[in-house]
């Protein structure tokens, strides 16, 4: 079983970047493919980027794509999500995920986090 936890979040301006982390607790971290979603207010909850066991397949939402980079050290068990370039629709409740595959739906996984706020403000 894992345990995720989110950090990284906050306050930021448009233009400015964060580096998201989400660290695991498990014995298994390295099996699982690992996903990022966020939600925003009043809407669902969104895919934002996917990452295989090994790192070696990426996958973004067009949304980010270009300024979010997805990235793992199992080693540490750790993934993370560098956000450059935030925009104000970029704030959201930020979420990591672990599931058999890298999958746009939520229901795909297995773990969640509890998330982590991003606020851009214009």
């Known amino acids: 079983q894992e345990q995720l936890v989110e950090s990284g979040g906050g306050l930021v301006q448009a233009g400015g970047s964060l580096r998201l982390s989400c660290a695991a607790s498990?014995?298994?971290?390295?099996?699982?493919?690992m996903g990022w979603f966020r939600q925003a207010p009043g809407k669902e909850r969104e895919f934002v980027a996917g990452?295989?066991?090994?790192?070696?397949?990426?996958y973004y939402a067009d949304s980010v794509k270009g300024r979010f980079t997805i990235s793992r050290d199992n080693a540490k068990k750790t993934v993370y999500l560098q956000m450059n370039s935030l925009k104000p629709e970029d704030t959201a409740v930020y979420y990591c995920?672990?599931?058999?595959?890298?999958?746009?739906?939520?229901?795909?996984?297995?773990?969640w986090g509890q998330g982590t706020q991003v606020t851009v403000s214009s």
């Open positions: 995920a672990a599931g058999p595959v890298v999958a746009g739906s939520p229901e795909q996984y297995d773990y």
């Open positions: 498990g014995r298994t971290f390295s099996r699982y493919d």
């Open positions: 990452i295989s066991w090994s790192g070696g397949r990426t």
